[in-house]
């Protein structure tokens, strides 16, 4: 496996900080299984996605009308409102799942 360079670090340290602030559960980006919001880096900038806990899809799945999707769709506006109030771009992660912070423009430089 190749390393990946950080070309990102200081961008990803302000958005894992201004979610930690605001009461999110940031967890270990190697971590893929355990519930809560990854803050990596991607090729654009910062990816923020966002995992389920087992007893929520399992809740979510006994509730009429709530769904896992839905729910998602619900923290990535959270998550993106946040962020845009802490004056950060965000754009929707190529394939839906999750926002991108891009390192380029008057928002997103590090």
């Given at each position: 496996?190749?390393?990946?360079?950080?070309?990102?670090?200081?961008?990803?340290?302000?958005?894992?900080?201004?979610?930690?602030?605001?009461?999110?559960?940031?967890?270990?980006?190697?971590?893929?299984?355990?519930?809560?919001?990854?803050?990596s880096?991607?090729?654009?900038?910062?990816?923020?996605?966002?995992?389920?806990?087992?007893?929520?899809?399992?809740?979510?799945?006994?509730q009429?009308?709530?769904?896992?999707?839905?729910?998602?769709?619900?923290?990535?506006?959270?998550?993106?409102?946040?962020?845009?109030?802490?004056?950060?771009?965000?754009?929707?992660?190529?394939?839906?799942?999750?926002?991108?912070?891009?390192?380029?423009?008057?928002?997103?430089?590090?």
């Amino acid at each position: 496996m190749t390393a990946v360079q950080s070309t990102h670090p200081q961008l990803v340290g302000r958005v894992r900080h201004a979610l930690k602030l605001a009461g999110f559960h940031v967890v270990d980006q190697a971590d893929d299984t355990t519930a809560g919001l990854r803050v990596s880096e991607a090729a654009a900038g910062v990816l923020v996605s966002w995992t389920a806990s087992h007893g929520f899809t399992a809740l979510a799945a006994d509730q009429r009308g709530a769904s896992s999707e839905g729910m998602r769709v619900v923290v990535q506006a959270a998550v993106a409102g946040l962020l845009v109030q802490c004056r950060h771009t965000v754009v929707e992660a190529p394939d839906g799942n999750g926002i991108v912070v891009p390192a380029e423009g008057p928002a997103g430089r590090a």
